[in-house]
């Protein structure tokens, strides 16, 4: 059973950069064939993908959100990260982190991020 928990600031300034963490227990993130992503879901909307970090460290992005968005990881506390550059009340949702593995889908709960001044 893999556990995700994202973490960060729930309130963002517009024009700043939107930064998250997840936290991952019971794998590892370089795991073979593991593949950590980024969604969120804006209000009254539907599930969004922004983008992935391979278990080799490759990150892929949404075609829209590639120039803001970055995905990296860091091996050694076992978490990923999100940075969304240049935020915007549009960027206002509920964000999850999940891992699609050959197995199964696990997801965090969501952490609310609002962009408002």
């Known amino acids: 059973q893999v556990q995700l928990q994202e973490s960060g600031p729930g309130l963002v300034k517009p024009s700043q950069t939107l930064s998250l963490t997840c936290t991952v227990s019971g794998a590892s993130i370089t795991t073979n064939y593991h593949a950590w992503s980024w969604i969120r879901q804006p209000p009254g909307k539907g599930l969004e993908w922004m983008g992935v970090?391979?278990?080799?460290?490759?990150?892929y992005y949404s075609p829209s959100l590639k120039s803001r968005t970055s995905i990296s990881r860091d091996t050694t506390k076992n978490q990923f990260s999100l940075q969304l550059s240049s935020a915007t009340p549009e960027d206002t949702a509920v964000y999850y982190c999940?891992?699609?593995?050959?197995?199964?889908?696990?997801w965090g709960q969501g952490t609310q991020v609002t962009v408002s001044s």
């Open positions: 970090i391979d278990y080799d460290g490759k990150s």
């Open positions: 999940n891992v699609v593995t050959n197995m199964a889908t696990f």
